[in-house]
């Protein structure tokens, strides 16, 4: 018999983590494949395409919905998108945290 090993208790099920704007909360998608792509579009300074790939993907339609009913700058949404692949890819900002 092939040999087993239960990793379960090693592996975290938190869910999806959150972005607080403006008393609103938006859920950001952190599940592997959703990150392995968004970084893969992220990589080497991202052009209007794929700063559309990446708002799609790292957030639900709900919250994007949320995030439009805002009427925010371009600018002010490439910090939200900027922010929320930092929250997934575990990178350090200067944004606070809960």
């Known amino acids: 018999m092939a040999r087993k090993?239960?990793?379960t208790d090693k592996l975290t099920f938190d869910?999806?983590?959150v972005l607080v704007i403006k008393g609103k909360e938006l859920e950001v998608n952190a599940d592997a494949p959703t990150v392995l792509r968004i970084m893969n579009l992220a990589a080497?300074?991202?052009g209007?395409?794929?700063v559309a790939a990446i708002y799609n993907l790292?957030?639900?339609d709900k919250d994007r919905k949320e995030i439009e009913k805002m009427k925010l700058c371009f600018d002010d949404l490439v910090?939200?998108?900027?922010a929320a692949i930092?929250?997934?890819?575990?990178?350090?900002?200067d944004q606070g945290e809960q």
């Open 48 to 50: 209007p395409k794929e």
């Open 58 to 60: 790292i957030f639900p």
């Open 44 to 46: 080497d300074d991202p």
């Open 86 to 93: 930092s929250l997934v890819t575990g990178e350090k900002t």
């Open 15 to 17: 869910g999806n983590p």
């Open 79 to 82: 910090t939200i998108i900027k």
């Open 5 to 7: 090993v239960d990793i």
